[in-house]
């Protein structure tokens, strides 16, 4: 929307650029806000001033949708009568007859029914500058909440402190007027030794909330400080002894100090309850914390899967519990580690589920629609289910990435709005790895050679440790045609990830591409191998066996991926990626794609 970056950083925060400094472009055209023209190919083009008004607005929020009433706020003034629905149909038409575009196929203005439009080509220039999200100050009402140290004997309750440091960041998150850095670039700083002034600066946060907490049996203490970055005084601090039953209500305290100690008013006044109270059951909430702590490691599977169905078990209304096991299946499912068949279903009836359980819960609508979209492959439902995700939650950097890389880039090519969505979840979470590499991915299928590498490389110096990082590094320097180092990183990748498929996968293209399809043979052949023993995803299959000059082996697999239902085909098979290019090469192989139908 319009105001999205204004809701989320604050009044004030928001510096746009001024529109007479701005010169946009987009395929053929350039808008010249200094002049007043819109030019092809250097030749004014005649257009009224309300189309030319819309067309400015649309390239400002180039890939957000920009509903109908924000058009007639900008547009027509509220003492202005007319017939306003009938002015901007006729306004979009006159424009999209001056672009010559059309709403059946667009190729700018696309039309979303009963929302509004959403201008959907690359833009290039100040409008692109624009419309990345701001960077926000550090201001008065800005907090990072480092990683509170656990001070138990069990070791065990390191998971207990960490989810507790999370939940706090939730709470805080939903104070408005409070800017909250997100958990994985607070959590950057666990176990570190680092100058609270630099932390502040990385964050743009001006105050630091620290902590540590010891529990022992069924009772909790919690210590919490407040810290202004500048000078390092003490705003404020205190100590919670209490029964474990009562974490709920502490989390609820420490945030309304905070609020007050920075005089920020509470919506709904001193009644409105900050913390959302998922469960009572205090050993289910206690394996939840446990459950999303680990997810994001993607360590072994069981870990994470068992914390989430354990907690289901004990308490059946646990929404949050079943959005985190729905994750966990479908990130299984995709990620090739087990047959989807098996997975899939589980992963769509647990998102389900957390859906009916609470329909205001983010995580819930997230964990559905990547469900639905890997799952049932059904579109439609996922492109509604992440937009009301972070509709309910726009600082959700995984469901803003997972939008981004997934749906928007993977399954319809709109390149330009993948690119704005992951720098989103970029800037809102700076020094995640994971977000850098989802960013490196998507810029570098999109064309986008340099911000790829660089953001690729800096997620690997954020995480020496992910897999992930590595796979997106040699990715993107396979792409730049920097075959070499490709396939140096792609072989560190394969060691680091135990030899996964998607590591073997990427790596595979790289030789490839470096004119060494019998280097990879030779790991097609070590997949055929594995796949006697466990399994393996056809759909990479069929990649790697194309990257092998295998056509028939590579034809073969791909019909076995459909026939399956593997989830890999979404991103294996796409035709807006780039690691399908020699499967497209073989007409049977695109034959194949028209007879199941697949887009």
């Not at 409008?127 to 960077?135: D, G, I, S």
């Not at 100058?195 to 540590?212: H, K, P, V, W």
Request: some cysteine.
């Amino acid at each position: 929307m319009i105001d999205f970056a204004h809701q989320i950083w604050g009044a004030g925060a928001v510096q746009y650029a001024q529109p007479s400094r701005l010169r946009s472009r987009f395929g053929v055209f350039e808008l010249d806000l200094r002049a007043g023209e819109l030019r092809k190919q250097g030749v004014k083009v005649r257009l009224q001033e309300q189309p030319f008004q819309i067309l400015q607005i649309l390239l400002e929020h180039a890939g957000q949708v920009v509903t109908r009433e924000e058009l007639q706020q900008r547009i027509w003034p509220s003492d202005t009568f007319v017939d306003f629905d009938h002015g901007v149909y006729n306004a979009v038409q006159k424009l999209r007859d001056a672009l010559n575009d059309s709403a059946e196929n667009p190729r700018f203005i696309e039309t979303l029914s009963r929302r509004g439009y959403r201008f959907i080509a690359p833009v290039t220039g100040a409008a692109a500058e624009v419309h990345a999200a701001p960077v926000p100050s550090a201001t008065r009402d800005s907090i990072a909440v480092l990683p509170f140290v656990n001070m138990s004997a069990d070791a065990e309750n390191e998971f207990f402190a960490d989810g507790i440091t999370e939940e706090i960041i939730n709470v805080l998150s939903q104070i408005d007027g409070l800017h909250v850095a997100a958990r994985t670039s607070s959590f950057f700083f666990k176990g570190k030794h680092v100058d609270m002034r630099q932390i502040g600066e990385q964050l743009n946060a001006r105050t630091i909330l620290e902590g540590s907490v010891r529990k022992f049996g069924d009772r909790l203490r919690i210590t919490a400080q407040l810290a202004n970055v500048a000078d390092g005084y003490h705003l404020w601090s205190e100590r919670y002894d209490r029964e474990l039953k009562d974490i709920f209500e502490v989390q609820d305290e420490i945030a309304r100090a905070i609020a007050g100690r920075l005089k920020i008013t509470i919506a709904g006044g001193q009644q409105q309850q900050l913390v959302k109270v998922g469960t009572e059951n205090l050993e289910a909430y206690e394996l939840y914390l446990k459950g999303r702590i680990l997810l994001p490691r993607r360590g072994p599977a069981a870990a994470y899967m068992d914390s989430f169905a354990q907690a289901v078990k004990l308490d059946p209304n646990y929404a949050q519990a079943w959005a985190g096991l729905a994750d966990s299946y479908t990130v299984l499912g995709y990620t090739g580690l087990v047959r989807p068949d098996t997975i899939m279903p589980k992963a769509i009836e647990a998102a389900r589920r957390a859906v009916t359980l609470d329909p205001a819960l983010a995580e819930a609508h997230n964990a559905l629609a990547m469900a639905s979209l890997t799952g049932a492959w059904n579109k439609v439902e996922a492109e509604r289910e992440f937009l009301r995700a972070l509709e309910l939650n726009p600082r959700y950097t995984q469901a803003r990435d997972w939008y981004a890389m997934f749906y928007l880039m993977f399954s319809r090519g709109r390149m330009a709005e993948a690119m704005v969505e992951a720098k989103l979840a970029l800037e809102f979470d700076p020094l995640s790895s994971y977000a850098h590499t989802m960013y490196g991915f998507v810029c570098g299928y999109g064309g986008e050679y340099g911000q790829a590498e660089e953001a690729a490389r800096r997620a690997v110096e954020l995480d020496s440790e992910s897999y992930l990082a590595r796979f997106a590094l040699g990715e993107v320097l396979r792409v730049n045609g920097k075959f070499e180092e490709s396939v140096t990183t792609g072989e560190l990748a394969l060691a680091i990830s135990g030899r996964h498929a998607w590591a073997i996968m990427f790596l595979a293209l790289a030789l490839a591409d470096w004119g060494k399809p019998t280097d990879a043979e030779a790991l097609y052949v070590e997949m055929l191998a594995r796949a006697r023993r466990q399994y393996m995803p056809p759909a990479t299959l069929a990649v790697v066996a194309a990257a092998a000059t295998r056509e028939n082996d590579a034809i073969h697999h791909a019909r076995d991926a459909f026939k399956i239902r593997d989830p890999e085909c979404l991103f294996a098979f796409s035709r807006h990626g780039l690691i399908a290019t020699r499967l497209y090469a073989y007409p049977r192989f695109r034959d194949l794609l028209s007879e199941m139908g697949f887009e």
